[in-house]
């Protein structure tokens, strides 16, 4: 009872921080005049992975656990992904797909890649070349994440003209000044990175009770609690009409999950490559991570005009994926 009141408070944490985190991330946005769609992709996209980063350092580097830091990871990438049927399904009659730019298919593309460089290493294990105590793949990822945000920049100058329109709207806060909006920007940052460092130690508690294991635990429980900012920044945006701030939100955080915060737990993780110490079960998350990535980029391509019960047929696919990915993991417990 203690340790699931436990867990609620973590989680409610992060949930309500995450609110003001899109609240005062907006506002920034406007104060620098940096634009929605590039603080999507790039400062919400981090600041809302924070509970990620804290969570796999204080898994791998204080407690030891790499199958709860990957399955955290690979969770979360799987979790951000399901967002957008739950968007989809409160977005109106329209499919959440077709109202967002195509553009998206280039940051979907490089999670793609970057979930199946993951997913072979994983395979891999102790074959992989090792550079000191980390895998050789880390310098891989981070170099992708690098070159991934390069692509992706140069991709959104090309859309200068929309860019420069939504800086120019009418601001909405000139109420609230710069030095405000950054001082309660990283107050509620500090509230999620101490909710999120506590909950990979509930999460092994919880695993040693339950017996579902750290891999199961790891990848649907503790995933799902710190991807709570990702939610209520994309759920904010679709809001307000920034379908693509939403996406850029998902799609650049699992960008940030794969290329940077791997390589971070790796490097701190002292006992060797860290996806070379983990459950192979890991790559079940990692290939449906990469399914529902692919039936995403088909929606946003394909761009129907139907949803037939309440989802667009994309929508369906993902949510299906995800459904069997924990069936399935839930087995290999």
């Not at 891999?124 to 991934?148: C, H, Q, T």
């Not at 290939?287 to 761009?303: D, E, F, N, P, R």
């Amino acid at each position: 009872m203690i340790l699931g009141f436990q867990f609620i408070v973590c989680t409610a944490l992060i949930f309500f921080s995450g609110v003001k985190l899109s609240k005062y991330g907006d506002i920034i946005a406007e104060k620098t005049g940096l634009g929605r769609t590039w603080i999507g992709v790039m400062l919400l996209a981090s600041v809302t992975s924070l509970p990620e980063l804290i969570t796999g350092i204080s898994s791998a580097a204080i407690f030891g656990l790499p199958d709860i830091a990957v399955g955290d990871v690979l969770g979360s990438c799987l979790f951000n992904i399901l967002i957008i049927p739950i968007l989809d399904g409160l977005g109106g009659s329209l499919p959440i797909s077709t109202r967002a730019h195509h553009g998206h298919i280039l940051s979907a593309g490089f999670g793609i890649l970057l979930l199946g460089l993951g997913g072979i290493s994983i395979f891999a294990g102790v074959r992989v070349p090792s550079v000191g105590w980390m895998g050789l793949y880390s310098l891989l990822f981070i170099a992708i994440y690098l070159l991934a945000m390069r692509m992706i920049f140069l991709h959104e100058k090309r859309r200068i003209a929309k860019l420069v329109k939504e800086m120019a709207e009418e601001l909405q806060h000139q109420h609230i000044s710069k030095s405000r909006a950054y001082t309660l920007f990283t107050l509620n940052a500090l509230i999620i990175v101490g909710a999120a460092t506590y909950l990979p130690h509930l999460g092994e508690r919880i695993a040693e009770i339950t017996g579902f294991g750290q891999t199961f635990v790891g990848s649907i429980l503790i995933a799902v609690s710190t991807s709570l900012p990702e939610v209520v920044v994309s759920l904010a945006a679709v809001k307000i009409g920034a379908i693509d701030l939403a996406f850029g939100n998902i799609f650049g955080s699992n960008l940030f999950n794969l290329g940077v915060l791997l390589t971070i737990d790796d490097i701190l993780y002292a006992k060797g490559p860290l996806l070379s110490s983990i459950s192979g079960n890991h790559i079940s998350t990692a290939i449906s991570a990469m399914t529902m990535t692919a039936i995403v980029i088909i929606g946003l391509t394909y761009k129907t005009t139907k949803k037939p019960l309440f989802l667009a047929w994309d929508s369906w696919g993902v949510l299906g994926v995800y459904v069997i990915n924990t069936f399935v993991l839930y087995a290999m417990r």
